[in-house]
């Protein structure tokens, strides 16, 4: 749902206020990072603050499974000649919302954690699905010294999540004192306008994973390319589902062990995720 004060703003108002956000947070902090996916989003905010000539550390959180999803961003840090980091999460958890369920990393941020969630979905004829206990709940963890002052992040006011829901933002700017602060220099952007700005500048589009139809930008529904979602089973995970065929196991019967995991409330998100 577009929010009504953001229509009111014309494209070049947006991105003057994203650049002159991104200018002033360059100039004053010691050592400032671009946390990106690579999606349509992240393009957009990469582009805004490589007019400045930095060349910020990328944070780029990605699973091990399954490269084809991360052809396109392979392609952008090589032809954008970026520099990436990744970390593991300190801890998993677990949220289900209408027998979906996401499997929730928990990434030290400072003495703060940011969640950023590995979304599940069903595996196309040609996949292989992933066991989502074993490959994603019980991946590797660890402890990392974040050394960046402050992260720039590609969420927008108008966003809303098919899990998390809408997650507006009340300023472009917040200043943490135990973890790195954020800035949003996206906030006053919409979809319709991270479009018009990728068209506009002819940015790379990943589109093996977006599509153009009738007009109208979007999200294709196979998922075989998009790095939010892996095809998983959860089967023994979802609470109340009961004894179920564990594919890894060739069919055998496994119990239900959603009584064991842990699960993440909703109400706890904080969302510094970017799309």
């Not at 952008?76 to 979906?100: A, F, M």
């Not at 499997?103 to 979304?119: A, H, I, M, Q, W």
């Not at 009738?214 to 089973?233: E, I, L, T, V």
């Not at 089967?235 to 004894?243: D, K, N, Q, R």
Request: charged share 20%; glycine share 6%; hydrophobic share 35%.
């Amino acid at each position: 749902m577009e929010l009504t004060w953001l229509s009111n703003m014309t494209l070049e108002i947006k991105i003057a206020e994203g650049l002159r956000l991104i200018s002033n947070v360059i100039s004053q902090a010691k050592n400032p990072a671009v946390m990106s996916s690579f999606g349509k989003d992240s393009m957009v905010m990469l582009h805004l603050i490589r007019n400045f000539g930095h060349n910020l550390s990328v944070i780029f959180h990605r699973e091990p499974f399954f490269p084809k999803k991360y052809r396109f961003a392979n392609s952008v840090i090589d032809d954008w000649d970026l520099t990436v980091r990744d970390y593991p999460p300190s801890h998993t958890s677990l949220l289900e919302k209408n027998g979906i369920v996401e499997v929730v990393n928990s990434y030290g941020v400072g003495n703060r954690s940011v969640l950023l969630p590995t979304g599940t979905c069903k595996a196309e004829k040609d996949e292989v699905p992933l066991c989502a206990l074993h490959d994603l709940y019980l991946k590797p963890t660890g402890s990392y010294s974040f050394p960046w002052d402050v992260v720039f992040v590609g969420h927008k006011s108008s966003d809303v999540d098919p899990v998390w829901g809408a997650v507006p933002l009340n300023a472009d700017y917040a200043n943490n004192i135990d973890c790195a602060s954020a800035a949003y220099p996206l906030r006053h952007f919409t979809d319709a306008d991270i479009w018009e700005y990728t068209e506009k500048f002819n940015l790379p589009i990943n589109h093996s994973r977006y599509e153009k139809i009738d007009g109208s930008w979007g999200q294709r529904k196979d998922m075989r390319f998009n790095p939010d979602y892996f095809p998983a089973c959860t089967a023994c995970m979802v609470p109340e589902s009961g004894s179920v065929p564990c594919p890894r196991l060739g069919g055998s019967i496994v119990s239900n062990i959603s009584d064991k995991l842990r699960w993440l409330p909703k109400q706890n998100f904080s969302h510094m995720t970017s799309n």
